[in-house]
């Protein structure tokens, strides 16, 4: 996971980026160490620096972040990224989360007359302010709190489980996911005797399923492995646009999984809400009464407009508490649907999200953001309280783009 802390001088940036980094077990990189000889004695000599000295500066912490982001390294950075293009170089192509430290001139003022070695003067503040272009996709903090309320506030925003990776592609981040849907899978049969795998429809999970099917065949115990779905479209289990045939088709013809081991979402029972009622009935009884669907993998999927499973904009599967699954009529095609609500999908051990694409980029932003709206964004609303959530991007989707 990469966090860069960005805020004026004086807004606290080293001193947090520290403590967070040590509390979620990662590397701190202070920006500020990057800086040119010449950008340090312009700044000693109280001359703000111009963007032409930023730039290489920049560029140089970029390089940092997009090492450890491709090394799959926790790492907090401490940057004034002042500008919302400062801010746009260094995520070109990494996922990252942006803490924003807000508070007032006067606060931080006085933090910097107290300061005696640091390069930035407390007069250059006002400059600092005057070219502080506040983002509007970061946690916002108030810089006013005490350093261990500030990071608590952090972390608990950050919801540490999240994990992102990026891949170069489609094809490189189903291969990882792959391996690691396989690590999971023999965990969960090792630690209780079984693994209870949960599989979405659409187009991005297809060369992991295949690759389940293939060449990790041989390293999955598939009499053990347990298939339920966790939305599936409300048609035909032979129709072209079911989840199950798709499945079938790319990984369960390949496999010796049993067919009793295979829990499809009824979809022939009519109407669809007793359909759901009925895979609700299955659920249960496999997770013997617990409080959620606890899948040991559950792989998902976000559309561009923010859906997960069938959970789309507006769904009253956002804030069901007491149902698992619903009928859902949807604006999708198909259009009716059966589908896991959000607080049950997040009863899961472990998700993968699997995300590719330019298109997804808006929607990839959203759902990673801690203050977006679920009823907006619904993959936003995959917030497990024990469980771990990676996610599975590759390059194209990781352009943080506006909008
Ligand atoms: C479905 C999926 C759905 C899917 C997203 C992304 O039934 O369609 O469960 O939630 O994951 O729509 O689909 P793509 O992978 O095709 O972009």
New binding site residues.
């Given amino acids: 996971m990469i966090v860069v802390v960005i805020g004026v001088s004086g807004s606290g940036k080293s001193t947090i980026g520290t403590r967070l980094a040590r509390a979620m077990g990662g590397r701190f990189l202070e920006g500020d160490t990057l800086h040119s000889p010449a950008n340090i004695d312009k700044m000693s000599r109280g001359v703000p620096l111009n963007d032409d000295d930023r730039g290489p500066w920049l560029s140089d912490i970029h390089a940092r972040i997009a090492d450890a982001s491709r090394r799959g390294v926790d790492l907090v950075v401490a940057c004034s990224a002042l500008k919302q293009q400062y801010r746009q170089t260094l995520e070109r192509g990494v996922a990252l989360t942006w803490v924003y430290l807000k508070g007032s001139e006067a606060l931080f003022r006085s933090r910097l007359q107290q300061r005696t070695s640091h390069f930035m003067k407390a007069d250059m503040l006002a400059s600092q302010f005057d070219a502080l272009e506040e983002p509007s996709n970061a946690i916002v903090i108030d810089a006013a709190a005490t350093p261990d309320a500030i990071v608590a506030t952090i972390l608990r925003q950050l919801s540490l489980a999240a994990r992102v990776r990026v891949l170069t592609d489609v094809d490189a981040l189903s291969a990882q996911a792959a391996a690691a849907a396989v690590d999971i899978i023999n965990g969960a049969v090792a630690a209780h005797g079984r693994c209870s795998l949960a599989l979405?429809?659409?187009?991005?999970?297809r060369g992991l399923y295949r690759l389940l099917g293939s060449q990790f065949r041989a390293q999955v115990p598939w009499a053990r492995v347990h298939i339920f779905w966790?939305?599936?479209?409300y048609v035909p289990a032979d129709h072209p646009e079911s989840?199950y045939r798709m499945a079938r088709e790319t990984l369960l013809d390949h496999v010796p999984c049993p067919a009793s081991n295979i829990h499809a979402m009824p979809t022939h029972l009519s109407p669809a809400a007793a359909a759901a009622a009925a895979y609700e009935k299955v659920l249960r009884e496999y997770f013997d009464g617990g409080d959620g669907p606890a899948f040991d993998l559950n792989i998902?999927?976000?559309?561009e407009d923010g859906?997960?499973?069938?959970v789309f904009p507006g769904s009253r599967a956002v804030d069901e508490q007491e149902r698992w699954v619903l009928d859902a009529h949807t604006n999708a095609t198909p259009e009716w649907r059966l589908t896991l609500t959000l607080s049950a999908l997040s009863r899961s051990r472990n998700i993968f999200f699997?995300v590719a694409g330019a298109t997804?980029a808006s929607a990839l932003r959203h759902a990673l953001a801690a203050d977006s709206d679920p009823h907006v964004y619904p993959a936003a609303g995959i917030r497990p309280t024990t469980g771990t959530v990676v996610w599975w991007v590759d390059s194209a989707s990781a352009q943080s783009r506006r909008g």
């Avoid at 998902?300 to 559309?303: A, H, T």
Wanted: no cysteine.
């Fill in positions: 979405s429809g659409g187009d991005t999970p966790g939305d599936d479209r989840n998902m999927g976000v559309g859906h997960t499973a069938s699997l997804k």
